[in-house]
């Protein structure tokens, strides 16, 4: 990618969801920065490391919990050394708890143009659905290199200190070897490969290029060398500088940003009433206020301004005139006295917490549905099932139903086949060729799973969710690069 213009030069599986492993920290010290400059935090505010933090696997700083930190350190050894407690320590203090920094990570990948990409933490280590793609992390490689120029000389330091460690930076050799890098970042699990986000500089041109799934350090590195290389010479002499548009969050993402629980309490300070239908009268709302010795059984909304209607059960006038005062007090329309009196006695009067019983079955309910029968005509019990009915002519022919064919998949035709490539001595290598075989065989794999069976013996690697003809031909062609490949059928 040429970095001035965002112009991709070149391209190759750069949509493909995969495990980004540590580059995942470029997004968390983005946020960082974000937040600094926002005024969530400022680079001398103390951390309190999280239990989670200090719970986290290599590469770390060895953070204790409840020790305090300064951002500044966090931010060092996330960048440079690549640490997983110092990147969780941040995340989990300006999100509250991991899973509440993932969603804001979400919301700023996408604010940013991140549109493949989704995380599950602060640090990169393997989660389930914690992917992006090489186009996203050039994409946030830009976006630190122009949003934020003052922190990014960090990316290029070699080694830098905090008290009581001296920090060497992963990507070290890289930056020693190829002439103009000055960053960005590595990352590596066994399931990722060997990642690498690099940026160089030659006069007027910059390139950023990235590069996943490497075999080894020393293989990612010459693959990005000559993907920096490539930039280079593709890349216009002279070229406009065009900073990548601002971030664009959603309108409620100011308060989320803030990395706080925002708890909004609504409360209704009026209920509006449905208007009546057209040509009928405003209905009559009655209230009962609760006495001593009878409980309000049911209640209503009620406008605090509006007095109370008391209703006496014995004394039906003085029912007539509240209601005629309310209707009053409301502009309704005015309803006949008799029909008021009539509604409200049927209310008051009736027991305490009384029910309307249902109405009784008809007794002649199945006889409504009964065919007539003539009395002469005997009725026959009715058969269980009736396969034809009896044409109304006796001697037309019966018509015939027509025979219903059911017919299924096959076996071979439905995704239940998969291929086996070989058995490895550990996971992670079972891993790591699953991954780089779905890479060259992209079109042949295209929508394969991986899956790694441990067996007494090892670990084997396999692609299932393959049609038959599909897992021949990827056989096919695994053996004629002379890797192992057998077809593993269904129920196998």
């Given at each position: 990618m040429d970095a001035r213009t965002g112009e991709v030069l070149h391209a190759t599986n750069a949509d493909t969801r995969l495990h980004p492993a540590s580059l995942t920290k470029m997004l968390t010290l983005y946020i960082a920065f974000e937040a600094i400059r926002k005024g969530e935090v400022s680079l001398d505010t103390e951390i309190r490391v999280s239990r989670n933090a200090s719970q986290e696997p290599p590469s770390k700083l060895g953070l204790r919990e409840g020790?305090?930190?300064?951002?500044?350190?966090?931010?060092?050894?996330?960048?440079?050394?690549?640490?997983?407690?110092?990147?969780t320590a941040i995340g989990d203090y300006l999100g509250g708890s991991e899973p509440a920094f993932a969603a804001r990570m979400d919301r700023t990948a996408k604010a940013l143009g991140m549109t493949s990409s989704t995380f599950?933490?602060?640090n990169g280590l393997t989660r389930d659905g914690h992917l992006s793609t090489a186009r996203d992390m050039a994409t946030l490689g830009r976006h630190l290199l122009f949003d934020y120029p003052e922190y990014y000389n960090l990316f290029g330091r070699k080694q830098t200190s905090i008290p009581g460690h001296t920090l060497y930076n992963t990507n070290r050799k890289f930056l020693s070897a190829y002439k103009g890098a000055d960053g960005?970042?590595?990352?590596?699990?066994?399931?990722?490969?060997?990642?690498?986000?690099?940026?160089?500089?030659?006069?007027?041109?910059?390139?950023?290029?990235?590069?996943?799934?490497?075999?080894?350090?020393?293989?990612?590195?010459?693959r990005m060398a000559e993907l920096l290389d490539m930039g280079f010479d593709r890349a216009p002499r002279n070229a406009p500088r065009q900073a990548p548009a601002a971030p664009k969050y959603a309108p409620q993402d100011p308060l989320l940003m803030a990395g706080k629980t925002v708890n909004r309490v609504i409360s209704v300070t009026k209920s509006l009433r449905p208007k009546?239908?057209?040509?009928?009268?405003?209905?009559?709302?009655?209230?009962?206020?609760?006495?001593?010795?009878?409980?309000?059984?049911?209640?209503?909304?009620?406008?605090?301004?509006?007095?109370?209607?008391?209703?006496?059960?014995?004394?039906?006038?003085?029912?007539?005139q509240q209601i005629a005062e309310l209707?009053?007090?409301?502009?309704?329309?005015?309803?006949?006295?008799?029909?008021?009196?009539?509604v409200a006695a049927a209310v008051v009067e009736q027991p305490k917490y009384a029910?309307?019983?249902?109405?009784?079955?008809?007794?002649?309910?199945?006889?409504?549905?009964?065919?007539?029968?003539?009395?002469?005509?005997?009725?026959?019990?009715?058969?269980?099932?009736?396969?034809?009915?009896?044409?109304?002519?006796?001697?037309?022919?019966?018509?015939?139903?027509?025979?219903?064919?059911?017919?299924?998949?096959?076996?071979?035709?439905?995704?239940?086949?998969?291929?086996?490539?070989?058995?490895?001595?550990?996971?992670?290598?079972?891993?790591?060729?699953?991954?780089?075989?779905?890479?060259?065989?992209?079109?042949?794999?295209?929508?394969?799973?991986?899956?790694?069976?441990?067996?007494?013996?090892?670990?084997?690697?396999n692609f299932v969710g393959l049609t038959r003809d599909a897992a021949d031909r990827t056989c096919q062609r695994l053996t004629a690069r002379n890797m192992t490949c057998f077809m593993v059928g269904p129920g196998t």
């Amino acid at each position: 990618m040429d970095a001035r213009t965002g112009e991709v030069l070149h391209a190759t599986n750069a949509d493909t969801r995969l495990h980004p492993a540590s580059l995942t920290k470029m997004l968390t010290l983005y946020i960082a920065f974000e937040a600094i400059r926002k005024g969530e935090v400022s680079l001398d505010t103390e951390i309190r490391v999280s239990r989670n933090a200090s719970q986290e696997p290599p590469s770390k700083l060895g953070l204790r919990e409840g020790q305090k930190i300064k951002l500044r350190y966090l931010i060092r050894a996330a960048a440079i050394k690549s640490a997983n407690d110092a990147a969780t320590a941040i995340g989990d203090y300006l999100g509250g708890s991991e899973p509440a920094f993932a969603a804001r990570m979400d919301r700023t990948a996408k604010a940013l143009g991140m549109t493949s990409s989704t995380f599950k933490n602060a640090n990169g280590l393997t989660r389930d659905g914690h992917l992006s793609t090489a186009r996203d992390m050039a994409t946030l490689g830009r976006h630190l290199l122009f949003d934020y120029p003052e922190y990014y000389n960090l990316f290029g330091r070699k080694q830098t200190s905090i008290p009581g460690h001296t920090l060497y930076n992963t990507n070290r050799k890289f930056l020693s070897a190829y002439k103009g890098a000055d960053g960005i970042k590595t990352g590596y699990t066994n399931a990722a490969g060997f990642n690498l986000v690099a940026s160089a500089v030659r006069g007027d041109k910059r390139i950023i290029a990235a590069v996943f799934g490497g075999r080894s350090t020393a293989w990612r590195n010459q693959r990005m060398a000559e993907l920096l290389d490539m930039g280079f010479d593709r890349a216009p002499r002279n070229a406009p500088r065009q900073a990548p548009a601002a971030p664009k969050y959603a309108p409620q993402d100011p308060l989320l940003m803030a990395g706080k629980t925002v708890n909004r309490v609504i409360s209704v300070t009026k209920s509006l009433r449905p208007k009546a239908r057209p040509g009928q009268p405003e209905p009559v709302l009655v209230a009962q206020a609760a006495t001593p010795t009878q409980e309000l059984i049911s209640q209503g909304d009620q406008d605090p301004d509006e007095g109370e209607v008391l209703l006496a059960a014995a004394d039906t006038d003085q029912i007539a005139q509240q209601i005629a005062e309310l209707v009053a007090s409301k502009s309704y329309d005015p309803v006949p006295a008799p029909e008021a009196i009539e509604v409200a006695a049927a209310v008051v009067e009736q027991p305490k917490y009384a029910r309307l019983n249902p109405m009784a079955r008809p007794k002649d309910l199945l006889k409504q549905f009964t065919p007539a029968v003539p009395a002469t005509t005997p009725v026959a019990p009715a058969p269980a099932i009736v396969a034809e009915a009896k044409p109304a002519v006796a001697k037309a022919p019966a018509a015939k139903a027509a025979p219903v064919v059911v017919t299924r998949m096959s076996a071979s035709a439905e995704a239940l086949w998969g291929v086996n490539i070989g058995r490895y001595n550990t996971k992670g290598i079972a891993e790591r060729i699953l991954l780089t075989t779905a890479l060259s065989e992209i079109e042949t794999l295209e929508g394969a799973e991986r899956k790694v069976l441990q067996k007494p013996t090892g670990w084997e690697a396999n692609f299932v969710g393959l049609t038959r003809d599909a897992a021949d031909r990827t056989c096919q062609r695994l053996t004629a690069r002379n890797m192992t490949c057998f077809m593993v059928g269904p129920g196998t």
